[in-house]
T-cell receptor, first 116, second 116 residues
């Protein structure tokens, strides 16, 4: 059973470009969570999605950031018009049921976004 | 809101020795969960151990154990018989158990180096 797969592992963008980060949850998992890790910081919650639904996006910046988890395919975190402050590691985690039900979270290895 | 504090940015330990990583937290909730995650150079977040606040008994997973002091809001991790593979960043995290309780709150981490 493959783990949570994130790609690309490294992504370099120039200021003003768009970044698209992909996350394929573990097989059988329909709950996806995105976290961001800034340099020298712990991970911070961004958004929680179930298939075709955004459950909680309270940690997402109001502008330029969006996330989706379609019925088919991976979850996508999209950052439009990137700025240097977006440089960070973005992690995806998944669970078979809501983490609120005491499920274990499984993390991917993250995507390191560097904005030049 | 929950906060998690790790006061030791870096630590080192000789191979086969024991080391303790500190973590304090602040929460107004009566029931919550506490976690230690390991982040090796591969960057993947790996759950080391989990403690449920309503359980008085300290959690143990092989060489890893916790000292949970609920009144002091302290949750330290003890690694016995340290191995080179234990070299990693260690993050303490919390999650309350109420509605919407799928967000983990992380500390800033402790970088542990195991010296041969």
């Amino acid at each position: 059973n493959a783990g949570v797969m994130q790609n690309p592992r490294h992504l370099v963008r120039r200021r003003g470009q768009e970044a698209r980060l992909r996350c394929s949850p573990m097989k059988g998992h329909s709950h996806v969570y995105w976290y961001r890790q800034l340099p020298e910081e712990g991970l911070k919650f961004m958004v929680y999605l179930q298939k075709e639904n955004i459950i909680d996006e309270s940690g997402m910046p109001k502008e330029r950031f969006s996330a989706e988890f379609p019925k088919e395919g991976p979850s996508i975190l999209r950052i439009q018009q990137v700025v240097r402050g977006d440089s960070a590691a973005y992690f995806c985690a998944s669970s078979p049921r809501s983490f609120a039900t005491n499920e274990k979270l499984f993390f991917g290895s993250g995507t390191q976004l560097s904005v030049l | 809101a929950q906060t998690v504090t790790q006061s030791q940015p870096e630590m080192s330990v000789q191979e086969a020795e024991t080391v303790t990583l500190s973590c304090t937290y602040d929460t107004s909730e009566s029931n919550y969960y506490l976690f230690w995650y390991k982040q090796p150079p591969s960057r993947q977040m790996i759950l080391v151990i989990r403690q449920e606040a309503y359980k008085q008994q300290n959690a143990t997973e092989n060489r890893f154990s916790v000292n949970f002091q609920k009144a002091a809001k302290s949750f330290s991790l003890k690694i016995s018989d340290s191995q080179l593979g234990d070299t990693a960043m260690y993050f303490c995290a919390s999650r309350y158990s109420g509605a919407g309780s799928y967000q983990l709150t992380f500390g800033k981490g402790t970088k542990l180096s195991v010296i041969p």
